[in-house]
């Protein structure tokens, strides 16, 4: 193990059991709500960029497996009785499978018209929702919730802990992919397609291993919502607000790092929270004006910011300048 990855892994241990320990210490239950909504949109930045950073395609189907996911999780609480553990693990299963299934029929199309495609893909599914009475259809359905397991005094702490842990593996997840061979075959399918084909890189191959994650991803984050909200209708658990609100982070944070989409969503959804508290109309208000003020002024996102700051604090780095500044002046 380098040495660099020693704060990794314990920071990554570490989260879960902070998770477990803070809301023990009393804190008020809206603060355990606000860590849940930004830990879910680190997840679904995160899953997000597998595809759409590392590969270059650009979805707007999020919603679709958040959606997905919360649906698959109330099938098997109501005809199965099945504990969160299995709700999660099955929505990850039917939410890769869909990734799969939609990448083999859309993953051909280039730019434009495979975000349309993604979109397209969304609202069959939300269509077939609404007619399906057993999940109550457009009216929805009220969830009640079985007892809180030992360990833990109410749903809001343990669904914070529960994402938690989902956060910590979808970094590990996105780290992994960005360190490897998958990773460095995706950075090449996104810069050179063709390029990357004649030179046998196996880029459908690639790609659908990268839908097949970030679809079990994003359905995994939407298997807690029923338990969350105790009540779930089809109109705000596909919204389309999920797609733009990871897009959003992960261009702010920066799309070329595992940890860029990290920090946008950390960013976004935390500024959200604190205009939502304040009034509920500011938080898209929020979003526009970071997505405005990112695109104009740090195109990378923070993690372009941070290189920039890396490189100005070097040693050595402002002779430098100097010296390539008096050659330009002669």
């Known amino acids: 193990m380098r040495n660099s990855s020693i704060p990794f892994w314990l920071l990554a241990l570490a989260l879960p059991v902070l998770a477990f320990m803070l809301p023990k210490l009393g804190l008020n239950e809206y603060y355990l709500y606000v860590g849940y909504v930004i830990l879910q949109y680190v997840v679904l930045a995160t899953a997000w960029n597998i595809l759409g950073g590392s590969a270059g395609y650009v979805n707007f189907g999020t919603g679709a497996f958040f959606g997905l996911g919360a649906y698959t999780a109330l099938v098997l609480m109501k005809a199965f009785d099945a504990p969160l553990f299995l709700q999660i693990v099955g929505a990850a299963v039917v939410g890769s499978l869909l990734?799969?299934?939609?990448?083999?029929?859309?993953?051909?199309?280039?730019?434009?018209?495979?975000?349309?495609?993604?979109?397209?893909?969304?609202?069959?599914?939300?269509?077939?929702?609404?007619?399906?009475?057993?999940?109550?259809?457009?009216?929805?359905?009220?969830?009640?919730?079985?007892?809180?397991?030992?360990?833990?005094?109410?749903?809001?702490?343990?669904?914070?802990?529960?994402?938690?842990?989902?956060?910590?593996?979808?970094?590990?997840?996105?780290?992994?992919?960005?360190?490897?061979?998958?990773?460095?075959?995706?950075?090449?399918?996104?810069?050179?397609?063709?390029?990357?084909?004649?030179?046998?890189?196996?880029?459908?191959?690639?790609?659908?291993?990268?839908?097949?994650?970030?679809?079990?991803?994003?359905?995994?984050?939407?298997?807690?919502?029923?338990?969350?909200?105790?009540?779930?209708?089809?109109?705000?658990?596909?919204?389309?607000?999920?797609?733009?609100?990871?897009?959003?982070?992960?261009?702010?944070?920066?799309?070329?790092?595992?940890?860029?989409?990290?920090?946008?969503?950390?960013?976004?959804a935390g500024s959200q929270q604190l205009a939502a508290s304040a009034s509920p109309e500011l938080h898209l208000l929020v979003v526009g004006l970071l997505m405005v003020i990112f695109v104009i002024a740090a195109p990378e996102g923070l993690v372009g910011l941070a290189k920039l700051a890396r490189k100005s604090l070097k040693p050595g780095a402002k002779s430098i300048r100097l010296v390539e500044g008096a050659k330009a002046h002669d």
């Open 99 to 268: 990734g799969i299934g939609a990448g083999l029929l859309t993953l051909r199309l280039k730019g434009i018209f495979f975000s349309i495609a993604t979109i397209a893909a969304a609202i069959v599914i939300e269509t077939f929702i609404l007619n399906w009475r057993f999940v109550g259809g457009a009216t929805g359905m009220q969830i009640i919730r079985p007892e809180v397991p030992f360990g833990f005094d109410t749903y809001t702490r343990l669904l914070l802990f529960v994402m938690t842990i989902l956060t910590v593996i979808a970094v590990i997840i996105a780290r992994y992919i960005e360190q490897s061979w998958l990773g460095r075959g995706l950075h090449a399918v996104r810069d050179a397609e063709a390029a990357a084909e004649c030179s046998g890189v196996p880029t459908l191959r690639l790609k659908l291993i990268a839908c097949a994650i970030s679809g079990a991803l994003m359905a995994a984050a939407g298997a807690p919502f029923p338990l969350y909200t105790s009540f779930v209708e089809p109109s705000s658990t596909f919204s389309l607000n999920y797609s733009v609100m990871a897009l959003s982070m992960a261009v702010v944070g920066g799309m070329s790092r595992w940890w860029g989409p990290v920090l946008g969503a950390i960013l976004i």
